[in-house]
């Protein structure tokens, strides 16, 4: 059921099934003439019913609405084109919108990830298992759609209310935020979260996922925010979780240096088994496949930022990484 957050805003929840996630905030903003509707859920059947169902309770259909996606992932954008309809138009980032409004661009990011994770000695056989089944491939949205490209400071209309959009690569190269100066209301997508922590992967192409990640922070602490709404669970103190975040991430630097340092010449596969994880598995071999996925992909960008400032190098031995503390 839709819930008025301020005058002619509503957020729309939408459940994520067999995703620790639990649920996205969808949120409808009422305009004159059109609807603006913020973030979509997975291309999957209960999505689907969810979001429409809190549409129609709100007196509007498909095609009613023009689509603001905060970034790329499935669970955000996999029902936009479905969503916009016909008539509607899909805003996203610039970057963002690379891989999701054409398809080669798409297969080609998957193979650079791909090549990636084995370098860094993800099995091939557990990579097989999980290919079909990542909802990031299997529940993203299908080409097409009208989309329209945002840049850092664009600014939208939607009501009687002005959206501000503000870059902030790192949990996507092209994340955005969308500013209400006036209410002093942000939307967050999934750069700050508050009871979880972002993940942050390595992308091919953005050789310091982490450090754009953590600069980005320190960007949106400057603004202002009475009222954070974040794509996944309730918002808060935003000032008080960014600092949390950073000192987070400290610490995890800390944590894969160390492991590092104390097994030279090991691949962000291995090395990830040596840090520490929130989840229910007696060690690293019982970890769920697709948890190992998310992992080493934490864990290389944890890595990826430690080679940038000066403390670990990277070689290449036989195909495979090796990483040595400097």
Known sequence: MPEEIMQNTHRIPV????????????????GKDRNLLIDTGFRQPACREALFAGLRELGLRRGDVDVLLTHLHSDHAGLAPEAAGETGTIF????????LDNMAER??????ADNRFREEGFPISMMMQIRDKNPARSMAPPTGGHYSSLEDGDVLEAGDYRLQCLLMPGHTPGQMCFWMEREGCMFLGDHVLFDITPNITAWPRMPDALGSYLRSLEKIRAYDVKLA???HRRGGDMRL?????????????????SAVKNHPGQPAYFLAGKMTWKIRASSWDTFPVAQKWFAVGECMSHLD??????RIRKELQGGKA???AV
């Open 322 to 324: 090796a990483y040595f």
């Open 229 to 231: 709404l974040p794509g």
């Open 92 to 99: 996203v980032s610039s970057v963002d919108r690379l891989t």
């Open 15 to 30: 459940p994520l099934p067999g995703n620790p996630l639990k649920e996205l905030n969808a949120y409808l903003i009422r």
């Open 107 to 112: 297969q080609k990011y998957w193979e650079e």
């Open 305 to 310: 930022h430690l080679m940038v400032q000066g």
């Open 241 to 257: 979780r960014i600092d949390q975040l950073l000192e987070h991430h400290k610490r995890r630097l800390e944590e894969a240096f």
